[in-house]
């Protein structure tokens, strides 16, 4: 099966500029996260959809971060204005919606604000 | 709520077994653990769930004690493909949501 698609791979933007990051999870993955990492940590959950609808966006700075899932599939992630601390790696990952599906990550869009 | 990993990090040789523990204030319902190269996606290795399960993947290990909200991944005769990062996430059993939440990571290198 096709895995994780993440664009772009890199991503160079000065400060205050935005930003958008695609995912596209494997195919009938009902639950989709994404996670910061940055450079040296574990991964950090920005946020969580089950199908098109948001399940947990907690830890997501909503004056700057923004994201959609929709139709249940595809999902975007938008960063506006960008900081310097947003310099990190966006992981996607998505699972079957079903008791202890493991995670798939894809590849990953690494953000550098300069 | 995030757990809590150690050691941070750990050197070997080939060989050499290795321990890594993953501890959590809050009851869980599953534990996850993955492993990551540098410059790559975590790497899925295997899901313990309450009730003290324990599963192997050729010579890597993990089990899950319940009442001590812990679990640990054993790593027998490492070999060099084992270096890299490895966390593990937890979901907490009160809310059974999916979320996953991971640790620090333990940075572990093997040398020939």
């Known amino acids: 099966e096709a895995g994780v698609a993440q664009s772009p791979r890199y991503k160079i933007i000065e400060k205050r500029q935005s930003v958008a990051f695609w995912c596209n999870p494997i195919?009938?993955?009902?639950?989709l996260y994404w996670y910061q990492q940055i450079l040296g940590q574990g991964p950090k959950l920005l946020i969580q959809?089950?199908?098109?609808?948001?399940?947990?966006d907690s830890q997501l700075p909503k004056d700057r971060f923004s994201a959609e899932r929709l139709k249940g599939v595809d999902s975007t992630l938008k960063i506006q204005p960008a900081k310097l601390e947003d310099s990190a790696v966006y992981l996607c990952?998505?699972?079957?919606?079903?008791?202890?599906?493991?995670?798939?990550f894809g590849n990953g869009t690494r953000l550098t604000v300069t | 709520q995030q757990p809590v990993q150690s050691p941070q990090a750990v050197i070997l040789r080939e060989g050499e077994d290795a321990v890594i523990n993953c501890s959590s204030s809050?009851?869980?319902?599953?534990v996850h653990w993955y492993r990551q190269k540098h410059g790559e996606a975590p790497v899925f290795l295997m899901i313990?769930?309450?009730?003290?399960e324990q599963k192997g993947h050729e010579k890597i290990s993990a089990s899950f004690n319940e009442k001590k909200q812990q679990s640990s991944l054993y790593l027998t005769a490492s070999q060099l493909s084992y270096s890299g990062t490895y966390f593990c996430?937890?979901?907490?059993?009160?809310?059974?949501?999916?979320?996953?939440?991971f640790g620090k990571g333990t940075r572990l290198h093997i040398l020939p």
């Open positions: 990952a998505s699972s079957l919606k079903t008791a202890n599906s493991p995670l798939h």
């Open positions: 195919s009938g993955h009902a639950t």
């Open positions: 959809f089950q199908n098109n609808g948001v399940v947990d």
């Open positions: 809050k009851a869980l319902y599953s």
């Open positions: 313990l769930l309450k009730g003290g």
């Open positions: 996430g937890t979901e907490i059993d009160v809310n059974r949501d999916d979320k996953i939440i």
